[in-house]
């Protein structure tokens, strides 16, 4: 296992074996998601409050979950980055910045699309979107920073250090609708006893999931090939894939 780490860390390596995975990846992103929504929009069953307004939800809360997610992944290769100077794990970083604030803004756009007819209004000062929002503007201020530095290295080491400062607002988003009285519902699906929510809800919203994580290991692998062979450009592996004067 630690080998394959180790071979992993290697940009020629990782640039091999990346493209080998993202062809499945992506067949398997397409049935996920083709078959997620088929369960979602059309065999799910009315909510008996909701009607038939709630079917965002297989969009909206998969794009919450991934908005943290990638954070999360995003502060882990930041960490590695900066404590064993490990160039992919800088690689990984950049490549999600931007779809991580993608799927931000997905969530708060469905949401807002939700909650106009649940609440009554497209926004409120809820805590749950006031922090969600907040995450959003830590993703576009990381790439903004990341943008601003012409040196790679100073780059990545400003923009970790913006990162894991910014990591206190994910517990702060998980668990807003628990500590402050908030218009946002609790938690359905992550409760301890078990979900609140009908299996015929739970199914299709787990396979949206799945979906939207694959969508992002297809894409971010994708990015982050681009970006090794931007680095690396210069080097004898790459000259040799491409020629002696690759663009």
Do not use: C
Request: proline share 4%.
């Amino acid at each position: 296992m630690w080998q394959f780490l180790h071979k992993l860390a290697s940009p020629r390596y990782f640039y091999d074996i990346s493209g080998k995975w993202i062809p499945w990846l992506s067949g398997l992103t397409v049935i996920t998601l083709l078959v997620g929504l088929y369960y979602g929009l059309v065999k799910a069953p009315p909510d008996y409050q909701q009607g038939e307004s709630y079917r965002i939800m297989f969009i909206h809360v998969p794009a919450a979950w991934m908005s943290m997610f990638i954070y999360m992944l995003m502060a882990l290769w930041s960490g590695i980055n900066l404590i064993w100077n490990i160039k992919l794990a800088d690689v990984m970083t950049v490549s999600s910045a931007t779809l991580g604030a993608s799927f931000t803004f997905l969530a708060l756009m469905t949401g807002s699309l939700w909650g106009k007819p649940m609440w009554g209004a497209w926004w409120v000062w809820d805590a749950r979107l006031t922090s969600e929002l907040i995450l959003l503007f830590l993703y576009l201020g990381y790439i903004a920073l990341v943008a601003a530095i012409e040196d790679r290295r100073t780059a990545a080491r400003a923009g970790g250090v913006l990162i894991l400062v910014g990591v206190v607002n994910i517990p702060i988003i998980h668990y807003s609708v628990e500590w402050w009285n908030t218009l946002h519902q609790g938690p359905t699906v992550t409760k301890l006893d078990k979900p609140s929510i009908h299996l015929s809800m739970l199914i299709p919203l787990l396979i949206m999931a799945v979906s939207f994580k694959l969508y992002y290991l297809t894409v971010v692998l994708m990015r982050a090939r681009a970006e090794v062979l931007d680095r690396e450009r210069r080097s004898a592996w790459v000259r040799e894939l491409f020629g002696a004067n690759p663009r």
